[in-house]
């Protein structure tokens, strides 16, 4: 029950915190995951978040259900996705319900170009981190520049290239293995 309590916690700590969608979870979740709790390594954060893109919903709560699982099985899942959705039902709620024009107060628009700069960063911090344990020989730099350009330049779904480039990945992988042996 306590681990139950602590995927709670956690994970509506990581809501409470976390602005600008599932991009910028990510280095919010490296820092209490992987770094402080010891809950996935680098390389099986990023795998998550990759599914919780594939998969219908929403990548922060795809990405919570995904480690909660891990953790505690269903009850695991569930837990840490309540957790990461409480603190934004409240807060909406409670926005909704007060401050119809709360998004076009003056202080709110400014406060917000403030923090749209600061998830900039963090968003590049957790791209650098995860650069240095996933893209580690020439297959995964030739799959990260297509991925990249694929993603920049045309209007394929993000499902789509990540799935391709996990046949590519492995297409790569088995053909150098079997040249090894």
């Not at 409470?16 to 979870?25: L, N, P, Y």
């Not at 219908?56 to 990461?84: C, E």
């Not at 039902?89 to 401050?99: G, N």
Request: proline share 3%; net charge positive; aromatic share 12%.
């Amino acid at each position: 029950m306590k681990e139950l309590f602590e995927l709670f916690y956690t994970f509506a700590l990581i809501g409470v915190t976390t602005f600008g969608g599932g991009a910028a979870m990510l280095p919010i979740l490296q820092r209490e995951i992987v770094d402080k709790r010891g809950w996935a390594t680098v390389e099986e954060l990023a795998d998550y978040y990759a599914i919780g893109q594939c998969t219908p919903g929403i990548i922060a709560i795809n990405t919570s259900t995904f480690i909660g699982f891990k953790r505690k099985g269903v009850p695991g899942g569930i837990v840490a996705t309540l957790g990461m959705i409480f603190p934004s039902l409240v807060i909406i709620t409670v926005i909704a319900a007060f401050l119809s024009g709360f998004a076009e107060l003056e202080f709110v628009r400014d406060a917000f170009a403030g923090i749209r700069a600061c998830v900039c960063v963090l968003i590049l911090n957790a791209v650098i981190k995860l650069w240095k344990s996933a893209v580690t020989d020439t297959a995964g730099i030739i799959i990260f520049a297509v991925a990249f350009i694929v993603s920049a330049f045309t209007s394929l779904p993000v499902a789509f290239i990540v799935l391709v480039a996990g046949l590519a990945g492995f297409i790569i992988r088995k053909i150098k293995r079997r040249s090894e042996h």
